[in-house]
């Protein structure tokens, strides 16, 4: 698209003239003055455009785009503001007049035709909003899709405290302007200050009624037929086998969740499946989910203390080397095994039930506490984990040690491992 120029102000024409330029698109003509050269060739202080000026250039270019949109333009515009430019944008019809409004208001200070194309390109907005139910017509009063009016009629509402109540239909808007809740209640307040801007009565019948909205439309606005009590007693709420006794709630939902289906990673974590090894030195995010994990441990087993320290990570190092091994399925702990080393053990053989009188002093991992979450267990996930914290420790799974007393599943896990007998501490 190139420009065109439509009038050179300075005459005998050199570079320093000042033009008018006019940029032709489908719906748009640009029209722009361009005073560049010429403020750079003198005073800048008396090339400066007068307020007078400005003003009425602002209020011709809002106008302008206002109307381009009802017209269906769909771009944005971007203009500057300075003293070297001046920019309209008008419906192509409309050019050859900005062309004359801007050189009256340039050459002899003469604003009033800028403000009779903006008068002439404003839309009706004011009268669309006044009170009372009307029919916008496409074609007619518009030529955007109703739609898009329909967003353009509630801007235009907002900026005067009201709600434009507007519906589109095939051929046309439905528009009820209404105060919003807001401004109702400042003008209660204060009715003096509001007086001008109360919504009158319309003193008419309404120009149409707008047809009542579909079927589907409808539903959304149904009377609805409240919900009935009945006089039943429900039981006491049980404890949830989760372990959190506070029935109801937002917490307990979560509580639940973690219990139930596992602590979620956040996005960026990984690896999001498998079992990873993490210290409490490790990065905050993991150890929060450890955290998270062993208070679902703890709640669950009715434990006092937890069995991870820490929910943001520390850098201290413990001599009993604390760890936990984490059991990932898609982005989720399902499986706790908190871990640290122990030196004093005595050897628990199931068939006689009780302590053989056999001790060793070897440094040997321990599990502390071990929690699959509800929906995973029966699957195998404690016993991965037992394995896996095994190979990572060096040592032969039937050389792990076990905290006692063991929990009503925990003895049935060690025994399968181990059938024999196992380590205790
Ligand atoms: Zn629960």
Do not use: I, K, M, N
């Given at each position: 698209m190139a420009m065109h120029?439509?009038?050179?102000?300075?005459?005998?024409?050199?570079?320093r003239s000042r033009r008018i330029r006019v940029r032709y698109g489908t719906f748009t003509a640009r029209v722009e003055l361009d005073r560049d050269n010429w403020m750079e060739s003198g005073q800048h202080e008396d090339r400066k455009i007068s307020d007078d000026f400005r003003q009425a250039a602002d209020r011709c270019v809002r106008a302008g785009i206002d109307r381009l949109w009802l017209e269906g333009e769909t771009r944005g515009f971007s203009w500057g503001s300075g003293d070297y430019y001046v920019t309209l944008f008008v419906p192509v019809r409309h050019a050859d007049e900005a062309v004359r409004a801007l050189r009256a208001a340039e050459v002899r200070g003469d604003t009033r035709p800028l403000h009779r194309l903006a008068d002439k390109l404003a839309p009706p907005y004011d009268k669309w909003l006044s009170p009372g139910e009307r029919k916008l017509q496409l074609?007619?009063?518009?030529?955007?899709?109703p739609t898009r009016l329909v967003k353009l009629l509630r801007a235009q509402a907002k900026e005067r405290g009201m709600r434009a109540n507007a519906r589109a239909a095939d051929d046309g808007v439905w528009v009820r302007p209404e105060l919003t809740a807001t401004a109702k209640l400042l003008q209660q307040a204060y009715p003096d200050q509001y007086a001008d801007e109360q919504l009158p009565a319309?003193?008419?019948?309404?120009d149409a009624s707008r047809p009542p909205v579909d079927r589907r439309e409808r539903r959304r606005y149904r009377t609805a037929v409240p919900a009935r009590p009945l006089s039943f007693d429900m039981p006491a709420p049980p404890d949830c086998p989760c372990g959190y006794r506070n029935h109801v709630g937002f917490s307990h939902d979560r509580w639940h969740a973690h219990w139930s289906i596992g602590v979620a990673l956040t996005e960026s974590m990984s690896p999001r499946t498998g079992i990873v090894m993490v210290t409490p030195q490790a990065p905050s995010a993991w150890c929060r989910v450890a955290w998270e994990s062993s208070q679902v441990a703890r709640r669950q087993g009715h434990y006092d203390t937890g069995t991870w320290p820490t929910e943001t990570g520390t850098e201290a190092v413990d001599d009993e080397n604390l760890r936990a091994y984490l059991a990932l399925s898609n982005g989720r702990a399902i499986g706790y095994l908190a871990v640290s080393d122990a030196e004093q053990h005595s050897w628990l053989e199931w068939d006689t039930g009780g302590t053989v009188e056999l001790t060793d002093d070897a440094r040997r991992p321990r599990v502390n506490i071990i929690h699959v979450v509800q929906v995973w267990r029966r699957r195998g996930v404690a016993r991965r984990l037992v394995e896996a914290m095994a190979a990572d420790s060096g040592v032969g799974v039937r050389e792990v040690s076990w905290s006692t007393p063991f929990s009503a599943t925990g003895r049935p896990l060690a025994k399968s491992i181990s059938p024999g007998g196992v380590w205790v501490s």
């Open positions: 120029v439509a009038a050179v102000l300075d005459r005998p024409e050199t570079w074609g007619v009063d518009f030529r955007c899709p319309p003193a008419h019948a309404p």
